[in-house]
């Protein structure tokens, strides 16, 4: 087998890459990139005005024969581990004909995205894969595993192909509400893996406080019992172990989550996969405010709005009602309460990366509304890392989805097998 990383071998973001076996080729993951050249925030706006073949020149597209709309197509398969853009962010420029292999609900969280334009990826060659169910791609043989990550219905892949195993981690961790996912792989994992491509995110990152999905519930509990103060809630609408969290948190204070149309959506869709995501009509702990906002007006536009009247809470109830609730934080709705000067007794509890903290910072403190940072990462620690390579016990290890592959060395010695990117290497 051959194996390339076209990017990710020492960044975060932007992750792809290709094994090959005889005349079967399958891609593994098409990201945006987090970052550019420089390290700094990629911009995403800049390249839509951009060529394929000027995008391939700048190194945000890889230069990979085959894959392309324009091209004869040389892959059997895409495998997308989860329903983050820096994992499929780039499949509006791939060959339609090519297959995408990804769970149900990273298909449903990606519809919603483009729905709501948020990524130009219109998946239309796509299956649903059945988690733990071998299939076969050419000469290859993959294996879907669910894992715990932020990211909903994400996986790992084991694939096969002329006696090699190689696992891909893809993004996951061991702390969040799927923790099980990961302790069962700890205790059956799959075996005579060759290489382990691990994802390395938490790497020279600060540490900060270990913390699981469940303490976050309990952290927010405890914050909640100040029935003095309302609180905004800053979290993203997709990350549904967060929603999850939340919510039991304001069952358990007796509080009321009020979300948005465009997160409601988000939980209806997902409904048929699991049965125990929030839904809008589950009672006297959920409402929706319709946001005047443009996600808002999409759904009313198309009339899928309407499905979520039964919940509505208007301005007024909630001003009526301040100490009891908890509000999901967007632009147009903090924007509404600044307005009305009802932002007194307020606090933000900021429940996502620190990285977008200083976009909304300069908001809550010009109103005086103190900020609670409340959050675990979506990514494994050191610690995790180092167990789920102790169970899986691979020959070597190739870092990805890193910005120090380097620190693979000290946590997995001479296991460690330094791959960069475009480097083609034969396994
Ligand atoms: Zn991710």
């Known amino acids: 087998m051959r194996l390339t990383i076209h990017r990710g071998a020492r960044e975060i973001g932007g992750t792809c890459i290709e094994l090959q ?79 995408i292999y990804l769970s149900q609900g990273c298909l449903e969280l990606i519809n919603i995205s483009y729905y709501f334009g948020q990524t130009d990826s219109d998946l239309r060659n796509v299956e649903a894969v059945t988690m733990w169910k071998p299939f076969e791609k050419g000469n290859f043989v993959i294996t879907p595993y669910p894992v715990d990550h932020s990211g909903f219905d994400a996986l790992a892949f084991l694939i096969e192909s002329d006696g090699t195993r190689i696992f891909y981690s893809g993004d996951f961790r061991g702390h969040g509400r799927k ?20 994802e390395g995110s938490m790497l020279g990152r600060d540490k900060g406080q270990y913390r699981t999905e469940r303490d976050i519930e309990n952290e927010l509990v405890s914050i909640f019992t100040d029935k003095t103060r309302l609180f905004f809630l800053a979290c993203s609408s997709q990350n549904i172990d ?131 940072k409340v959050h675990t990462s979506g990514h494994a620690y050191m610690d995790e890392l180092q167990e789920f390579a102790k169970a899986l016990n691979p020959k070597y290890i190739i870092p990805n989805h890193t910005f120090y592959p380097e620190k693979y060395l000290e946590l997995f010695g001479n296991r460690t097998k330094i791959v960069g990117d475009r480097e083609r290497i034969e396994i």
């Not at 495998?79 to 297959?99: A, E, R």
Request: proline share 6%.
């Open 21 to 99: 076996s005889g005349n079967s080729k399958v891609l593994i993951d098409f990201g945006l990139p987090l970052v550019d050249v420089n390290r700094e925030p990629f911009d995403r706006e800049s390249i839509k005005s951009q060529s394929k073949d000027d995008l391939i020149q700048s190194g945000v597209l890889p230069d990979i024969q085959g894959l392309y709309k324009d091209e004869q197509p040389a892959f059997d398969a895409i495998l997308l581990s989860h329903p983050h853009q820096d994992h499929y962010g780039l499949l509006s420029y791939v060959n339609p004909k090519i297959p």
């Open 179 to 198: 923790s099980i996912l990961f302790d069962n792989m700890l205790k059956n994992p799959p075996k005579s893996i060759d290489y382990l491509i691990l």
């Open 242 to 372: 967060r929603l999850v969290s939340v919510y039991r948190a304001c069952i358990r204070s007796d509080r009321i989550f009020v979300i948005d149309p465009y997160t409601a959506l988000i939980l209806d869709k997902l409904k048929k996969i699991s049965e125990r995501i929030p839904q809008f009509d589950w009672g006297r702990n959920i409402r929706l405010f319709f946001v005047p906002n443009r996600y808002t007006r999409r759904m009313s536009k198309d009339r899928s709005l309407f499905k979520f009247k039964s919940a509505k809470i208007t301005y007024q109830e909630m001003q009526n009602n301040k100490g009891q609730l908890v509000i999901k934080d967007s632009y147009s709705t903090r924007q509404i309460f600044a307005k009305k000067r009802d932002m007194a007794n307020s606090t933000l509890i900021y429940s996502m990366w620190d990285g977008y903290l200083s976009d909304v910072e300069p908001f809550w403190d010009e109103h005086n509304v103190p900020i609670a």
